[in-house]
């Protein structure tokens, strides 16, 4: 049998109390140590989902998706990502607990039926996701919700969750890392990475001003368009969401 992987202990230099998760990938070593795709989890892990479910289900949903930002930008093939955001609305619900606003659409049916117990039908593509917080200054300060006419244009079954949260475990693509490395003003995963990535998806113009179309163009394509590692500003992201299942811990696929 196969010797167990050993896990590499790293200590970055720049490594503080504040720095943010994405921060946190940007630095050399991490960098350095990330050779190939990837999983993040939360150190307060507590999932009902089982590991290997999880990764079947990406490996055949979001590795399998070709058009990761909805159009001909990225055309070289290269794999989504996936994530679990649950149901925070249960019976021993907690009280005061965070939440996400999150939205959603259905991904392309399959032509076979899932398996018995499969993650499959709970998969979704991300679309939108801002913490509720996050949301709450943006309806004070835009005295409402303001939705763009392109998410409703390309999506018109856009389906938008306001008790389901953030686990904080992905399963990424390696090419995440460079697109986090090109942009400095990317500082959390769930806030920004998963919110541009899902925005970009749908809004025209976006992805090139993150850089995504050179990050997925595939080795050896002429690139047109420059990479801007200078994402808009902060105003809350707009991003990627997908449809969780009701109980504690839903995969959704920010493709």
């Not at 909805?70 to 019976?91: C, F, M, N």
């Not at 659409?105 to 679309?127: Q, R």
């Not at 990535?197 to 993150?210: C, F, T």
Request: glycine share 8%.
């Amino acid at each position: 049998s196969l010797p167990y992987p050993r896990p590499n202990l790293l200590a970055p230099k720049d490594l503080d109390n504040n720095t943010g998760t994405a921060e946190l990938l940007r630095l050399p070593e991490l960098q350095e140590a990330v050779k190939s795709d990837f999983l993040v989890l939360p150190c307060d892990l507590v999932c009902e989902l089982s590991a290997d479910k999880l990764l079947q289900a990406w490996m055949v949903r979001s590795a399998s998706l070709d058009d990761l930002l909805g159009g001909d930008a990225g055309q070289g093939r290269r794999s989504g990502g996936l994530g679990v955001w649950y149901e925070t609305r249960t019976p021993t619900r907690i009280k005061g607990e965070e939440t996400d606003f999150v939205a959603n659409v259905p991904l392309p049916p399959s032509a076979d039926l899932p398996a018995k117990g499969s993650l499959f039908p709970h998969i979704s593509k991300l679309v939108y996701s801002i913490p509720t917080d996050s949301l709450k200054d943006l309806l004070e300060d835009k005295k409402g919700f303001p939705i763009r006419h392109a998410l409703i244009r390309q999506h018109p079954r856009v389906r938008m969750l306001t008790t389901h949260r953030d686990a904080h475990l992905y399963i990424f693509p390696h090419w995440v890392m460079q697109f986090i490395k090109e942009n400095d003003r990317l500082e959390s995963i769930g806030e920004d990475v998963i919110g541009w990535w899902a925005k970009a998806g749908w809004q025209k113009g976006l992805s090139a001003k993150l850089g995504l179309d050179g990050v997925l163009r595939g080795p050896g394509e002429d690139s047109d368009s420059e990479h801007a590692a200078e994402p808009p500003t902060k105003d809350g992201p707009q991003g990627q969401t997908s449809q969780p299942p009701s109980k504690p811990g839903s995969p959704s696929s920010p493709s």
